[in-house]
């Protein structure tokens, strides 16, 4: 498919093509973007009728990335083209989209109908377009709020990856410590172990506590939409991952908190993962000016390591014992779900792409 005004003409990049690949490169290399085809699906490109390179656009699932016009060509029809063009297509798959854009180019997106959601100055601004919303999420909350007689309502969010002790841990003390826990777990598919998975072994794991309220986080809280960051394999802290960590906790903060009149977040130390470090980091800057108290509980640990230091409980861990066929190791980090999950044949497809894969989750 593609589009035609009296200006300008569009095509659909072949990736693979070393000519087109060097050909957006050096375009958006100009404008001062650094582009990886390894972060989109699909890439185009606009053209006047001189021939001369007048933008382009990408996408990454739902996501709209390197979108980026000449400068000469800022004041003509382009932009709103290569938008509307990347958005009418990935809304015939989804039900909304998302843009991760500098703060100063959002006013450009509002104009086509965008709203934005969040701004990490001075690198994001995020927003989003579509059939759904955040107000969406909203009401979906909103179904799931429970009355309360106190104050004290406390929030966390967790992956589990899979659930283990130091899960428990965690969810047992803020359960014991408020009238109300929401318990926010991850729902993007990225971990080792499934979104429906992880759920089914913390809802089993935590039957007993009956004042937590299991909620699915969606797309804005820790997706990779929002904090994509969380997902990579590589772990170095930089601007952007802590960037996108602000993004997520603003997203908690302005839509989710209110919502639920979330008082206090838990936490984990964070011993392993630079990753969740930098998010903690961000809670601690943002949640309190918005009346939400975060609070770091130390992590759970087992006994004793080889060092004479205390073997803190971690998912890593566990998934390191099963890449090594080394499971009865860290037995005692397995709630009873899931050590009877992974020592049954329904875990077996899991444990064989853990051992076949690399990287972090």
Request: aromatic share 12%; proline share 4%.
């Amino acid at each position: 498919m593609t589009f035609e005004d009296t200006d300008f003409r569009q095509e659909t990049l072949d990736l693979d093509n070393p000519f087109d690949l060097k050909l957006v490169k050096d375009f958006l290399a100009g404008l001062g973007f650094e582009f990886d085809p390894v972060e989109v699906e699909c890439t185009m490109i606009v053209y006047n009728l001189k021939g001369e390179l007048v933008g382009t656009g990408s996408h990454l699932g739902r996501i709209l990335k390197y979108v980026a016009v000449a400068p000469k060509f800022r004041d003509t029809t382009a932009f709103a083209l290569i938008v509307t063009y990347m958005t009418e297509k990935l809304l015939k798959i989804y039900k909304h989209t998302f843009v991760f854009t500098r703060p100063e180019n959002s006013v450009r997106f509002r104009g086509l109908g965008f709203t934005e959601i969040a701004t990490a100055e001075p690198l994001y601004a995020l927003l989003e377009f579509g059939f759904e919303s955040i107000f969406t999420f909203q009401d979906y909350l909103k179904a799931l709020l429970v009355p309360v007689k106190t104050e004290n309502v406390a929030a966390m969010v967790v992956n589990c990856n899979p659930f283990t002790n130091g899960h428990k841990f965690l969810i047992e003390k803020a359960a014991s410590e408020n009238e109300i826990l929401y318990l926010f777990v991850v729902e993007e598919d990225r971990s080792a172990f499934p979104f429906a998975v992880r759920w089914e072994l913390i809802r089993k794991g935590i039957a007993h506590l009956k004042n937590v309220v299991m909620i699915k986080g969606g797309m804005y809280i820790v997706s990779g939409a929002i904090f994509p960051s969380y997902f990579l394999k590589h772990e170095a802290i930089n601007d952007v991952m802590q960037k996108q960590a602000e993004l997520d906790v603003k997203t908690f903060a302005n839509y989710v908190v209110p919502v639920l009149g979330i008082k206090k977040r838990y936490v984990g130390t964070e011993n392993y993962c630079k990753v969740t470090g930098a998010y903690n980091l961000a809670m601690k800057a943002i949640l309190p000016s918005f009346g939400v108290e975060v609070i770091e509980v130390t992590r759970k640990a087992s006994g004793s390591g080889d060092d004479n230091l205390p073997d803190y409980i971690s998912a890593s861990k566990v998934r390191k014992a099963i890449k090594h066929d080394q499971l009865e190791s860290i037995v005692d980090f397995l709630p009873d779900s899931t050590r009877e999950f992974l020592f049954s044949d329904a875990s077996l497809e899991i444990r064989q792409k853990i051992k076949a894969g690399t990287g972090r989750h």
